[in-house]
T-cell receptor, first 114, second 111 residues
Framework: DTEVTQTPKHLVMGMTNKKSLKCEQHMGHRAMYWYKQKAKKPPELMFVYSYEKLSINESVPSRFSPECPNSSLLNLHLHALQPEDSALYLC?????????????FGSGTRLTVV | TQLLEQSPQFLSIQEGENLTVYCNSSSVFSSLQWYRQEPGEGPVLLVTVVTGGEVKKLKRLTFQFGDARKDSSLHITAAQPGDTGLYLCAGAWNQGGKLIFGQGTELSVKP
């Protein structure tokens, strides 16, 4: 299995809703990432998990709450989002020493906040 | 602060033409990675270059890493409509697990 699977593919949520994005990989990768991508822009790093521990938080607002329950799963919990948070949310994974191997990205969750 | 400058940002060419995309930085990277992204999908890794001066070929795509490991280029020979997409360069450092993307080059190849 060489894929990163993200669910759901599309999500529409109101500003008072609570929802979660899910990401799963079975490649034995011990680093996992959340990126946010706006239309026609490059992905922007949000969070990095190494060995299931949060190692980097790029000053992301607390309405985004990541969780890594085990080495294969990564969640992003969403609460009280704003319309400007609408974007494609990408999950990725890599070997810990990823410099030589690159990342594997999922297809993303297209989030619309109304 | 944008660490990686990618150019051009938009490129529209005819099938069969050649093109080069550039990725420049003032930072030294442990590796430079190139990705291609289609609409509604995640980026797909094309190549990783690690050694200064390294050249890698992937069919009609040629990737080069600068001697000082601060810049990279992607050259496509005889472009085809299937090459259309967003091309992203990304720089990585040994520690921290961070991967930083350039602004991207949106390539359109017309038949």
């Amino acid at each position: 299995d060489t894929e990163v699977t993200q669910t759901p593919k599309h999500l529409v949520m109101g500003m008072t809703n609570k929802k979660s994005l899910k990401c799963e990989q079975h490649m034995g990768h011990r680093a996992m990432y959340w990126y946010k991508q706006k239309a026609k822009k490059p992905p922007e790093l949000m969070f990095v998990y190494s060995y299931e521990k949060l190692s980097i938080n790029e000053s992301v607002p607390s309405r985004f709450s990541p969780e890594c329950p085990n080495s294969s799963l990564l969640n992003l919990h969403l609460h009280a989002l704003q319309p400007e948070d609408s974007a494609l949310y990408l999950c990725a994974s890599s070997q810990i020493s990823q410099v030589n191997y690159g990342y594997t990205f999922g297809s993303g969750t297209r989030l619309t906040v109304v | 602060t944008q660490l990686l400058e990618q150019s051009p940002q938009f490129l529209s060419i005819q099938e069969g033409e050649n093109l080069t995309v550039y990725c420049n930085s003032s930072s030294v990277f442990s590796s430079l990675q190139w990705y291609r992204q289609e609409p509604g999908e995640g980026p797909v890794l094309l190549v990783t270059v690690v050694t200064g001066g390294e050249v890698k070929k992937l069919k009609r795509l040629t990737f080069q890493f600068g001697d000082a490991r601060k810049d990279s280029s992607l050259h496509i020979t005889a472009a085809q409509p299937g090459d259309t997409g967003l091309y992203l360069c990304a720089g990585a450092w040994n520690q921290g697990g961070k991967l930083i993307f350039g602004q991207g080059t949106e390539l359109s190849v017309k038949p």
